[in-house]
């Protein structure tokens, strides 16, 4: 089971967020090529988590402005927050299976933080359910 945490606050999210979505899909490949190779010896597939917190501000609510010289926009990144495409982004880790379970957490910068999950998908409840039932699912087979 391994599960990856990652966090962003401002100001820079666009350099960020490129970053973040190259770190996730390559830790992601590096779990899962392992694991097919054979190095995680005879065990089940492992419960891979990603689990990300950005801070809640205006600046991540704001519609990206966006050019398309070589290359068209993906229709579900085009002029959306940064909010909203973390929220693509997670849903697709997960739908893709890249990741078993993926959780988006918005907190604010103060004291004491405002905390929200902008997609049911995407919510810590799911998130937990998820590594729970890979827990018992592996107890009950190593029984």
Known sequence: MAVEFKSQVGPSFGNNFNNRVE???GSAEDIWRAFHEGRF???PPPFVGYFFLLEDCP???EPIAFSEPHFSVDPALRGVSYAKRYEVFLERL???K???ATCLTLATNGLPPEVSFP???LNFQQFAKAACDYIESYLDSST
């Open 59 to 61: 600046k991540v609510h």
């Open 41 to 43: 010896a005879l065990q």
């Open 98 to 100: 890249k990741y078993s």
């Open 94 to 96: 997960r739908m893709e």
């Open 23 to 25: 770190e996730a899909v």
């Open 119 to 121: 997609s049911p998908a």
